[in-house]
């Protein structure tokens, strides 16, 4: 089963830009289809982004779209999330997770292993 360790949160202010990482271990990211969740204080965790096994499609939640872009580092085995003009909305413990490749990349359900998480929060 893949190891997921993610990075790259922090304390920022509204407006600002992120960069997380997750650094895949004992799986190649290309063999999975890969995402970020975040789940915020009382709320349920939600799927953020998703990319699919073969890196052709992706998906991304209302709330993040234009502003989060999900890529994926075949040569380092790393999946990133680029987040810019943050909001305070924004704020969560953020997630990498992998799925099977067969599953359906888009559905939160489908992914099976997880990292620690990372804490992203967005001062106003």
């Known amino acids: 089963q893949v190891q997921l360790v993610e990075s790259g949160g922090g304390l920022v202010q509204a407006g600002a830009s992120l960069r997380l990482s997750c650094a895949a271990s004992?799986?190649?990211?290309?063999?999975?289809?890969m995402a970020w969740f975040r789940q915020a204080p009382g709320k349920e965790r939600e799927i953020v982004a998703a990319?699919?096994?073969?890196?052709?499609?992706?998906t991304y939640a209302d709330s993040v779209k234009g502003r989060f872009t999900i890529s994926r580092d075949s040569a380092n085995n790393t999946v990133s999330l680029q987040m810019n003009s943050l909001q305070s909305e924004d704020t969560a413990v953020y997630y990498c997770a992998a799925a099977p490749a067969a599953y359906a990349y888009h559905v939160g359900s489908s992914y099976r292993s997880w990292g620690q998480g990372t804490q992203v929060t967005v001062s106003s």
């Open positions: 990319i699919r096994w073969d890196g052709r499609a992706r």
């Open positions: 004992g799986g190649t990211v290309s063999s999975y289809a």
